[in-house]
């Protein structure tokens, strides 16, 4: 018989010396061919894993998400943000977004998003 409980996504595992850690996977924006893009994180707290886990899957909703790469530029993700807002905002504000980005994809564009700073 099925159990009525919901699945918890944040696993427990144990370390050799004893310590508990919590684990969970999220499903990422899949890469332009399709495919499919999981990421695996791990804290020290229970609390620390939820918290994480809502604020990651909160920013791949909204398009705002950024994963720990060297080769996604900021060209790519200002691309992924501007889509995911131009079904969220008017045609004008999306057509200001666009055109202010433009300004920002020439100065940084094929610069590594990671390595962009105020």
């Known amino acids: 018989m099925a159990s009525s409980k919901g699945h918890d996504p944040i696993h427990t595992i144990t370390l050799r ?23 695996t994180y791990t804290f020290d707290t229970k609390a620390e894993a939820r918290a994480q886990r809502g604020r990651i899957i909160a920013d791949v909703a909204s398009g705002t998400h950024v994963t720990r790469d060297t080769t996604t530029t900021f060209e790519e993700v200002a691309d992924r943000w501007l889509r995911s807002k131009r079904r969220q905002v008017r045609e004008i504000t999306s057509t ?23």
């Open 96 to 118: 200001t977004y666009a055109s202010l980005l433009k300004h920002a994809n020439q100065a940084f564009g094929a610069v590594p998003v990671q390595r962009v700073t105020r």
């Open 17 to 39: 010396d004893g310590r508990k850690r919590y684990r969970f996977v999220v499903d990422l924006e899949p890469t332009p061919g399709g495919r499919r893009v999981q990421k």
